[in-house]
Nanobody
Framework: EVQLVESGGGLVQAGGSLTLTCSVS????????VGWVRQAPGKGREGIGC???????EISNFARGRFTLSRDVSNNTAYLQMNRLKPEDTAVYFC????????????WSQGTQVTVSS
C-alpha cells in the first residue's frame, strides 16, 4: 500500500518560512515524480511544482524564487521549503506522486494546513 504522510504545516507570520515534509512508503521516489499542490479556501487545487527521476523539474510562477522543491531518495522523502510567505499562500498543501511529472498524480497525502497571518 502506498502512503504519503505529510508534516510541517502551521501558522506563520507573513515573511516567514516553513518546510513541509512528505514521507513516502510503498514505492520508490527514485522511480517516480513527486509534486506539491495547494488548495486555498473556496478555490480549486493549484499546482506548485514537481520533480521526477528523469530530471524534469517545474515550478509555478507564483512559487518561483520563494519555494524550493527537493527530494531525498535515500529516505524516500520530499520537501517543500517555503520562504517569504504571504497571506495569499494560506491553503491546504498536499504532496502527490506520479509516474513522471508529465502525467497525473496517482497518490496523495492527507494534506496539511498552512496559515500565513498578516
Amino acid at each position: 500500500e502506498v502512503q504519503l504522510v505529510e508534516s510541517g504545516g502551521g501558522l506563520v507570520q507573513a515573511g516567514g518560512s516553513l518546510t513541509l515534509t512528505c514521507s513516502v512508503s510503498g514505492l520508490n521516489l527514485d522511480e517516480h515524480g513527486v509534486g506539491w499542490v495547494r488548495q486555498a479556501p473556496g478555490k480549486g487545487r493549484e499546482g506548485i511544482g514537481c520533480s521526477d527521476h528523469l530530471g524534469r523539474k517545474e515550478i509555478s510562477n507564483f512559487a518561483r524564487g520563494r519555494f524550493t522543491l527537493s527530494r531525498d531518495v535515500s529516505n524516500n522523502t520530499a520537501y517543500l521549503q517555503m520562504n517569504r510567505l504571504k497571506p495569499e499562500d494560506t491553503a491546504v498543501y498536499f504532496c502527490a506522486v506520479a509516474p513522471v511529472c508529465a502525467l497525473d498524480y496517482i497518490h496523495w497525502s492527507q494534506g496539511t494546513q498552512v496559515t500565513v497571518s498578516s
